[in-house]
């Protein structure tokens, strides 16, 4: 069974500039997470969805915004980059949209803004 | 608010060494309890959970025991291997039961164990 499958694994961008960010969840899984991973706030909340509905959100600000397709995969962006939004980010798949608290994880996509 | 407190880093043993990773949590209500880690160049895979007060969660001869009394949720092994050297996240689901998978992570922990 293929895991979460995220792309690009790897990004330089320049600030100002736009990005976005691609997840496919394992197979049969509905539900999608997004994780922001930096040294210093660790692992922060993005934002999450089922069903092609955001359930939940971070406390970012708007220039970070996501979607899900009827196929579950998942895209998140973020326009206008600044420096700060240098980080790993971090796509999650869970089954049905059901709270269990295990989300499988990929391996990121790292982001790097000059 | 919610908030995850773990011990910081690096924790450096020899092999077959006791471990405990120390992970303490503030939450209203009846949060789960998780355990993640993160082996090297690999994403965040779950170790073990628990979901109420005194329950037990236990996987790979990891173990860690919600303790309300304390707001405590530590990580112990009693005999580590190379092949655990990892980074380890302490982390909380701010609602017991409800539709949603947000977590509340603590900063990590690196283990490092040497033979």
């Known amino acids: 069974k293929a895991g979460v499958t995220q792309t690009p694994r790897y990004l330089i961008k320049t600030r100002g500039q736009q990005v976005t960010l691609s997840c496919s969840p394992i197979?049969?899984?509905?539900?999608v997470s997004w994780y922001q991973q930096t040294p210093g706030q660790g692992l922060q909340f993005l934002f999450e969805y089922f069903s092609e509905t955001q359930r939940n959100k971070g406390n970012f600000p708007g220039r970070f915004s996501g979607r899900q397709f009827s196929n579950s995969r998942s895209e998140m962006n973020v326009s206008t980059l600044e420096l700060g939004d240098s980080a790993l980010y971090l796509c999650?798949?869970?089954?049905?949209?059901?709270?269990?608290?295990?989300?499988?994880f990929g391996e990121g996509s790292r982001l790097t803004v000059l | 608010g919610n908030s995850v407190t773990q011990m910081e880093g690096p924790v450096t043993l020899s092999e077959e060494a006791f471990l405990t990773i120390n992970c303490t949590y503030t939450a209203t209500g009846y949060p789960s309890l998780f355990w993640y880690v993160q082996y090297p160049g690999e994403g965040l895979q779950l170790l073990l959970k628990a979901t109420k007060a005194d329950d037990k969660g236990s996987n790979k001869g990891f173990e860690a025991t919600y303790r309300k009394e304390t707001t405590s949720f530590h990580l112990e092994k009693g005999s580590v291997q190379v092949s655990d050297s990892a980074v380890y996240f302490c982390a909380l689901s701010p609602t017991y039961g409800g539709a949603t998978n947000k977590l509340i992570f603590g900063t990590g922990t690196l283990l490092a164990v040497q033979p």
């Open positions: 197979s049969g899984h509905r539900s």
């Open positions: 999650a798949s869970t089954a049905r949209g059901q709270f269990t608290g295990e989300l499988f």
